[in-house]
Structure formats: C-alpha cells, structure tokens
C-alpha cells in the first residue's frame, strides 16, 4: 500500500514503530510500518517528523515529493551502495549496439502497446460504432508497419539511430493521438495531444501530463534502486534538466498504465469540471486520478510468463537494463 | 500465510500493550480480542518473540494461529461485522 498525503495541515509522525498520522492534533491513522511501500506528498503545507525519516530509510521506504503539476521534486531514501561498474558499462553501453538494441526496444515497446490499445478500442466498438471500429483497428495496423520500420533502422551508435527512430515514433504517435481524440469526441473535447510546456488547458491532456509525470517519478525511482544512472539515456538525447533514462523506460507503460486509467476515467465523467483556471487539477479529482492509477499500478499483468502487480513489473525492467547493459540477459520491451 | 492471533488479558495496561503490538506488525483488529493478517514468517516470529517477553510470568493466554489461504476463505461471519480502520488516504 502507498500512504498518500493530499492534504495541508497534517503531521505524519511515528509512534511505537508505527506511521502515524495527526489532524488538528488529533490521530486519525496509525498503520504498520511494514504495510507501506511508498509515501507520496501531492501537496504543501504537510509536516514530517525526522523520526519517521529514519525509520522509513531503516525500512527502505521512500518518499516522494511532487509539484502540483505532477512533477516529481524530492526523493528521499537512504543512501545507496555504489554501483560503479554498472554505471560505467551504461555510459560506454550509449556508445555501442547494446544501447542501439535498448533504444529501439524501448521504441517498439511504446508502439506495440499503443497499437495494442488501438484494438482493444476497436474491439469494444466492433458493434456499437462499426465505422470507427474499422478505423481504428486501420490505423493499428498502421502503426504495426511503423514497428517494423523500427527494426530496420540500423547504426553504431545511439547518437546515430535516434533522430530517426524518434521521427518514426513521432508518425506513430501522431496516428495514435488521433485516433484516440476520434473515440473520446462523443464524451469530451480532446484538440489532440498536447505536452506540459505548451500549457493545456484541456482536461485529457492536463490528465495525462499529471499522471506521466507522476509514473516518471516512480520509473526514476525504479533505476535508482537498481543503481542505474537516470540520466544517461538511450531513446532520449541527454540532458542535465530532465533523467533521459526514466523517460526511456516510462515509453512502454505510459498506455498501459496512464492511458488506459485517463480515458477510463473520461468515460466515466470524472474528468469533467476537473481542471481550475491556472490549467491545474483540482485537489478532488487530483486524488481520484492518483487513486485510479495506484490502484491500476497494483492490478496483476502477465509479462514473460510472470503475474505480477504492474508496480513490480517496473522494478523488474529496470534491473533487465541492466542485466542488458552488463550483456548477462536480453531486454524485451513491456507488452503485457 | 495468515497469522490469527487472539488473546486473554485481565490487565488493562498489558492488553493496550498486546494490541499495539499486533497493529506494528502488521495485523488489523477483527475483533475486540482477535487480529487477523497476512505477514510474512520471519515478522509472525518477531510478533510471537514480543508476545513471549511481554506475559512472561503472568497469568494470561495468548494463541496465535497459521492459516493458510484456501482455509480463511472457508471462514463464515454471522451478524453485524466488526468496524474496521478504513483509511481514505491508503491506496
């Protein structure tokens, strides 16, 4: 279970071992340490007490801070072991065909789950929509040609390949949004993708860079706890604003994950009314969002014949780069 | 596993002790006296090592109980169900 604080006022502290949270001075939670897993702060205006730091670093627990954005802050947890040689291995891995194989995995991966959602869309329209079902399931099959295109792409180097598997993505990701804005017009305006820095103002898109940034965070976390630099990227360009990496492992659950539990949520009319005027979420539909996707993240998938919460699954393709990088195993894009 | 644990204290102060005990290992009330949990072995050993110093020498009884999952779902609840501790903010 993760402990959410979505609320100015409150006093997370510990007592006895054990997480304890104050209202007004008043107790309303007390739960076992060994319950929790993570504690996310959505919001300011909440205190921590340094005791229940230390106990949650003795535990391994982390805690992240985020924006009302979605971005994530802070990460607090407890100082790692080194792991130099794996991060040594990654920065020469940019440099050679381990890194063009993990970039184009981490690019086929976005685009066979995008696909994938594609038809499972078409699926459920086959008789209520029939014309759009066969367009959507058209522009699916499209994008599979793109995937291939994918493997085709050849070089030395990740410098080499990126520029074009990052123009093939883009085709790709333009037919997705497009078919996705065509199967939500009947519930809600969606003028089609729009990112964080061009400032949306529409609920979908507002939704889906929340909820990205959010998963972001956590795939950051994931390569920190497998001691993997989150910086040094392979599908994304490095730079010293943004962790290359965690962008590249986020690419194949964004659908899977954000995707799927934003345009569930547009379907059942919980994103209307949900943006203010500054384009940020309110705090109820901020929570029910965040609510939907960590109960999303705790559903069971099956990925290489192992059934296991899509949290997991996160932490276990993390620790497959760098079984890669050190060239011990194969990584294979998530497609659940 | 499921760990259930029940117990009879006449102290007051030993009885607080006990159930606080159960809640920092993990386990959640189901009844006034009885926590139920799913914990892992090497956490149920530590809870049963505090059990052991804290009646040590007195006259009271607590038994713990290992059930396994195909048998708790055989469990049978009559009447009106014990309140538990719901919380809004544990997703």
Sequence with gaps: ?336 | MFTLVIYDITEDELRAKIAQVCKKHGLTRVQKSAFLGRIPSGLRKELIASFRRLIEGTENNIQVYVICRADISLKIELGKPYKGEESEMLI
């Design chain 1, 1 to 336: 279970m993760r402990l959410v604080v979505n609320e100015p006022g409150l006093f997370i502290g510990t007592r006895g071992g054990m997480i304890t949270v104050y209202k007004e001075r008043k107790k309303i939670l007390e739960v076992s340490i060994s319950k929790i897993n993570l504690i996310s702060f959505l919001t300011r205006g909440a205190s921590i007490s340094s005791a229940l730091i230390r106990l949650l670093s003795k535990h391994s627990i982390p805690i992240i801070f985020y924006s009302s954005y979605g971005t994530p802050l802070a990460l607090c947890r407890g100082f790692t072991s080194g792991s130099i040689l794996l991060r040594k291995a990654q920065y020469k891995a940019q440099n050679s065909e381990v890194g063009v194989d993990l970039a184009k995995c981490f690019a086929t991966g976005k685009l066979m789950n995008q696909r994938s959602l594609l038809s499972s869309m078409a699926k459920n329209r086959a008789l209520t929509n029939p014309s759009l079902a066969k367009e959507l399931y058209e522009n699916s099959k499209s994008i599979k040609g793109k995937i291939e295109e994918i493997f085709k792409v050849e070089g030395e180097k990740t410098e080499d390949v990126r520029s074009e598997i990052m123009r093939i993505e883009a085709e790709a990701a333009q037919i997705y949004w497009e078919s996705v804005s065509k199967a939500l017009s009947k519930v809600i305006i969606f003028p089609g993708r729009r990112k964080k820095f061009e400032h949306p103002d529409d609920p979908v898109n507002v939704a889906l860079n929340y909820l990205y940034s959010i998963l972001a965070g956590e795939c950051w976390l994931a390569l920190e706890v497998c001691g993997l630099d989150p910086y040094a990227g392979f599908l994304h360009v490095d730079s010293s604003r943004r962790p290359a990496l965690a962008m590249d492992l986020m690419e194949e659950f964004r659908q899977p994950v954000v995707d799927r539990v934003v345009f569930k949520a547009v379907f059942e009319r919980k994103l209307d009314n949900a943006v203010d005027k500054d384009g940020r979420l309110k705090k109820d539909a901020r929570f029910t969002l965040y609510k939907d996707y960590a109960e999303r993240m705790k559903s069971k998938l099956t990925f290489l014949n192992r059934s296991l919460p899509i949290q997991d699954h996160i932490l276990l393709q993390a620790r497959r780069i760098s079984e890669h990088i050190m060239e011990r195993g194969k990584y294979s894009p998530f497609t659940p």
